[in-house]
């Protein structure tokens, strides 16, 4: 699962994801790739699931590229928890994903295998995505 090898902070606050993405939002690596079109959280789990679909769709042909990462540590207190009594222990950690930001890129593989593989990955995904060429 992916996450940050250390951090400054422990905690971080909840924060908003406004406006559309300006990093990570052309193609720089591969041919194809999966935009975000909506702003979300997307955890470490999800972002390795994805991943793993395209793999395998691919049959392990051609290169994927993983433009996000998940560095924001999202806390959870425990079940049956009273209220107060501080802010709960870091559960998981995520990636802020403003619409516009590159997901995924690959390349080595046909135009339908990629679209296949991308809408595969899509699904594993709680976001709304689209599929792009770098050549369009």
Request: glycine share 8%.
């Amino acid at each position: 699962m992916l996450q940050p090898v250390r951090t400054k902070y422990r905690k971080a606050h909840k924060g908003r994801i406004h406006g559309t993405a300006t990093r990570a939002s052309k193609i720089n690596y591969g041919s194809f790739a999966l935009k975000a079109m909506a702003p979300e959280r997307i955890i470490g789990k999800q972002i390795e699931a994805a991943r793993v679909a395209l793999t395998r769709h691919m049959k392990r042909q051609g290169r994927v590229w993983t433009r996000i990462f998940p560095n924001i540590p999202v806390s959870k207190k425990p079940v049956e928890v009273r209220m107060g009594k501080g802010k709960g222990a870091p559960e998981y950690w995520a990636c802020r994903v403003k619409p516009g930001r590159i997901l995924f890129e690959i390349d080595g593989v046909s135009e339908t295998i990629a679209k296949e593989a991308l809408y595969k990955a899509s699904a594993k995904l709680p976001i709304k995505t689209k599929f792009i060429k770098r050549f369009a």
